[in-house]
């Protein structure tokens, strides 16, 4: 099997090695957050794509891969009830770091909760944020799920061989640990502190989501894809480009 090559550049932030990718170079800047070990290309290929991904006249994208996956390794990640608030901390000091002083967020799964946490302590820098799939909390049915796939050989057969082509024989331990920290860990992420969010919010999700965002964020909207499931942005691509284009675009003319 192919290794996959670093799509992007390596980059020091406080002290950690960050892979990021910055496609585009219109004048809305955006950050986008993958999911659990999740990666620029493996969550966001198809935004990130010239032909079927956001429009590069009018949006500049940063993709990462947070501290512990894919290129932004090593050190493994570390895993603590902190470990969204770190994130948080190292992505807003990246976009800094890189001259973004005012940019949207968007953030899948694990990213979502990054994303959350973002907007809540960085709120002059966030112009608006789309979150999905992930929460503010963890239900136990989520748990349920993320155990289910435990082992690797239970996976898509495409997705598999894509992350065996990043992290190889490790791939294995390290959903393990993403499991059992998902298990152990994870609770309450900023439950009592989405209301903070001032910035507009965009929540697209399947019919079977709940609202908790769309209720607790003061300016929030919903979109409620009528097929799909925890990787819209994947299964109804050019949808989702759409809708979340639209909402990011709105009020800029």
Same mark, same amino acid.
């Given at each position: 099997?192919?290794?996959?090559?670093? %799509?992007?550049? $390596?980059?020091?932030?406080? &002290?950690?090695?960050?892979?990021?990718?910055?496609? +585009?170079?219109?004048?809305?800047?955006?950050?986008?957050?993958?999911?659990?070990?999740?990666?620029?290309?493996?969550? *966001?290929?198809?935004?990130?794509?010239?032909?079927? +991904?956001?429009?590069?006249?009018?949006?500049?994208? @940063?993709?990462?891969?947070?501290? +512990?996956?894919?290129?932004?390794?090593?050190?493994?990640?570390?895993?603590?009830?902190?470990?969204?608030?770190?994130?948080?901390?190292?992505? %807003?000091?990246?976009?800094?770091?890189? &001259?973004?002083?005012?940019?949207?967020?968007? +953030?899948?799964?694990? &990213?979502?909760?990054?994303?959350? $946490?973002?907007?809540?302590?960085?709120?002059?820098?966030?112009?608006?944020?789309?979150?999905?799939?992930?929460?503010?909390?963890?239900?136990?049915?989520?748990?349920?799920?993320?155990?289910? @796939?435990?082992?690797?050989?239970?996976?898509?057969?495409?997705?598999?061989?894509?992350?065996?082509?990043?992290? &190889?024989?490790?791939?294995?331990?390290?959903?393990?640990?993403?499991?059992?920290?998902?298990?152990?860990?994870?609770?309450?992420?900023?439950?009592?502190?989405?209301?903070?969010?001032?910035?507009?919010?965009?929540?697209?999700?399947?019919?079977?989501?709940?609202? *908790?965002?769309?209720?607790?964020?003061?300016?929030?909207?919903?979109?409620? *894809?009528?097929?799909?499931?925890?990787?819209?942005?994947?299964?109804?691509?050019?949808?989702?480009?759409?809708?979340?284009?639209?909402?990011?675009?709105?009020?800029?003319?």
């Amino acid at each position: 099997m192919s290794k996959q090559s670093m %799509a992007g550049q $390596l980059i020091d932030v406080d &002290g950690y090695k960050i892979h990021y990718e910055k496609v +585009g170079s219109g004048p809305n800047v955006i950050l986008l957050l993958p999911g659990g070990i999740g990666t620029t290309r493996s969550d *966001f290929s198809i935004q990130l794509s010239q032909d079927k +991904g956001f429009n590069g006249h009018k949006f500049t994208m @940063i993709a990462w891969d947070p501290p +512990g996956y894919g290129f932004s390794r090593p050190p493994v990640r570390e895993y603590s009830k902190d470990v969204y608030k770190r994130d948080a901390y190292l992505a %807003a000091t990246l976009m800094n770091k890189l &001259g973004f002083k005012l940019y949207s967020v968007l +953030g899948w799964s694990d &990213g979502a909760k990054t994303g959350l $946490l973002m907007a809540i302590k960085y709120q002059s820098n966030i112009e608006k944020l789309v979150v999905w799939g992930g929460n503010a909390y963890v239900l136990p049915q989520e748990k349920y799920a993320i155990h289910a @796939i435990r082992n690797i050989s239970k996976w898509k057969r495409q997705t598999l061989m894509f992350f065996e082509s990043v992290y &190889g024989n490790e791939l294995q331990v390290l959903w393990n640990r993403h499991v059992n920290h998902y298990m152990n860990n994870l609770d309450d992420i900023c439950r009592n502190e989405v209301h903070k969010i001032r910035c507009p919010t965009l929540d697209p999700l399947p019919e079977e989501h709940p609202l *908790f965002l769309t209720d607790k964020i003061y300016d929030s909207q919903l979109y409620r *894809f009528t097929r799909g499931s925890h990787n819209i942005h994947q299964e109804c691509s050019d949808e989702f480009n759409r809708v979340v284009t639209d909402f990011l675009l709105e009020d800029n003319y």
